[in-house]
C-alpha cells in the first residue's frame, strides 16, 4: 500500500493514527479497515448506511472477492448492467473502462443515459475553482473521478472518497489511463478518515443531496472538521424552486424524500447550515433546467440537450449581473470558506 494512507488517513470514527497489519489497517481501539489491492476501505460496519451499496463494499472487502477487478455487486447497477459491464470487459473493444461506460448512465442526473455502453472519453468537466498550486482537494462521493481527474488537471492534489468499492476502483483505472495521480478510499461523507485541520479544499457533487437533512448536516459537520483554517468547500446542491426540480417534487406529490431520493434545498437553509459548521458562505448557480448539465458536455449530447444546456450556461452567466436568478436555478453552488471551529462533533485524538 502506498505510504500516503499510512502518513494521511486515521480511523474515521476516533481519528486515531492507523497500521497496516495484513490486510487490514488497525487503530489502537481495536478497529479494523480492509486494504483491496492496496486501495483502504474505511466505512464503519455498525452504522446505519445510506446506501445498501455501502453494507455490499464492505462485505466484498472483507472476503477479498474479485470479479476481475470490477466488484460489480458495489455499484448499484441492474444485472443486465452488470452483465454488460463484464461483456465489455471480455470482448476488450472499449475506449473508457467498461465500468465507467455503464455508471455514466447515472452521473450527473441521467443527462448520460443515451450513452450507456457507447461512450468513447471520459468527459471531464471545468471545475469552477481557481488554479490549485499543489493544494490538496478532497472529492466527496467521487464516483469514478471526474471531477478528480478536472481537479488534477487545475492543479489540485486530489483525494477521492466514495462509498462504492466498484467505483473507487474504476477510478484508480481511469486515473492511471489519464495519466494522474489521485488518491482514492472507500468511505463515508458523515466518517471522513482524516485529522482535524488537515484538507486545503473539499469539493462534492451530486453527493450530498440524496442524503437525509441529517446525514447532510453530518457531512458538512466533517467537511468543517477536516478543513484548515482558510480553507475552502464548494458543494453543489439542488434547490426547492428551480423549474426541474418543482417539476419532480410534483411528480412525487410533494411526499418526503426516502432512500435514495434527491433532497430539495431552499437557499437560506443551504447558507444557514454551511455557515453554522464552516464559515462565511455564498451561493452561485451551477445550473438551469436539470441537475449536473455542464456545457463542457455539450459536444457529448444530441440537439435537444444542447439546446438546454446552452440556455442553461446563458441565464448562469446572467446571474452574475442579475444575481435574483439565483433563486430560480435547478442546482447551486454553496461556497464556503473557513473560519470557524465550532463543529458539533468533538475531536477524539490518539
Known sequence: MDPWYLDNLVCPRDHCELRLQGNTLLC???????????TPVMLLSDVRQTMDLANTSIN???????????YVESLGLSDEEKRGILQLAANNTSKVDPVVAYLIGATNGIAYKHLIGKLDEYPIPEMRLPFGRGQSLLDIGCNWGR????????GYRPIGLDPSLGAIMAAKRVAAQEGVNIKYMVGDARFLPFRAATINNVFSYSVLQHLSREDAGDAVVEIGRVLKQGGSSLV????????RCLYHQVRRKFREATRFDVRY?????LRRLFLSQIGPTEISVDCFFGIGLQYSDLHLMPLTH??????????RRASHVLPPL?????????????QTTGYSRSEVGC
Open 147 to 154: 471531477w478528480c481527474i478536472a481537479a488534477a488537471r487545475k
Open 236 to 243: 453543489q446542491m439542488p434547490t426547492v424552486f428551480g423549474l
Open 306 to 315: 444542447k439546446t438546454v444546456i446552452i440556455a442553461s450556461e446563458l441565464l
Open 326 to 338: 439565483t433563486l430560480l436555478a435547478d442546482s447551486v453552488y454553496v461556497s464556503s470558506l473557513k
Open 265 to 269: 434545498w431552499t437557499i437560506p437553509a
Open 28 to 38: 489502537p481501539h481495536g478497529h479494523g479497515y480492509p486494504v483491496v489491492d492496496g
Open 60 to 70: 466484498q472487502a472483507r472476503a477479498q472477492h474479485d470479479d476481475r477487478g470490477f
